[in-house]
């Protein structure tokens, strides 16, 4: 894996254009929860943007594959707390394979000078994330969840890993053998 990702927010149209543009690995992401939102996840970060939420991979497991779910969770902390939440996401991300349904984790570091965080994972189903967010593997970086929201800032999405062609789809495997 490569030491840069970013990700991408916009309308479903230019999300799909740069997606099926690229000559690098990319990833289209509907938002699995309001069914309207879309973005490209560059996983190696080479993919030329105005505006990209993009960093420095700081600890990863497996690869995001081309069909399932992405769930991400962006986390704004103090500098005290980032120094602790980094050593917890990186124990949770380096063991991500005792997480039952989960293919890839990546924890991210955000080119921004304030202390921003992406710790993003891909699942095989919808209901694995969930199942895992309530483990004891899990539980350190909860924690942060209810510290980033009472600061600076958290805020989580799902999605799932969008057929380019047929945006309003999931991949399914039998698409990315076609492609």
């Known amino acids: 894996m490569t030491k840069t990702m970013q990700l991408v927010l916009g309308s479903k149209t230019y999300m799909q254009t740069i997606v099926k543009r690229a ?4 990833r289209l992401l509907k938002d699995a929860e309001k069914d309207r939102d879309f973005a490209t996840l560059d996983l190696t970060g080479a993919v030329p ?8 991979i700081l600890a990863h497991y ?3 594959p081309e069909v399932g779910y992405v769930y991400m969770m962006y986390f704004k902390l103090t500098d005290e707390e980032a120094k602790v939440f980094e050593q917890k996401a990186q124990t949770l991300t380096l063991e991500a394979d005792r997480l039952d349904g989960c293919e ?5 570091r955000t080119d921004n000078p304030q202390r921003e965080y992406l710790l993003l994972s891909a699942w095989a189903n919808k209901l694995a994330v969930f199942t895992a967010k309530n483990t004891p593997l899990f539980a350190p970086v909860m924690v942060f969840t209810k510290r980033a929201q009472e600061s600076y800032g958290y805020h989580q999405a799902f999605y799932t890993i969008a057929d380019p062609y047929h945006p309003d789809h999931a991949m399914r495997a039998e698409a990315t053998l076609d492609a």
Not at 23 to 26: D, E, G, I, N
Not at 104 to 108: F, H
């Open 49 to 56: 943007f105005v505006a990209p939420l993009k960093g420095t």
């Open 104 to 108: 890839a984790m990546v924890l991210m």
């Open 62 to 64: 497996g690869a995001v």
């Open 23 to 26: 000559t690098t690995p990319v």
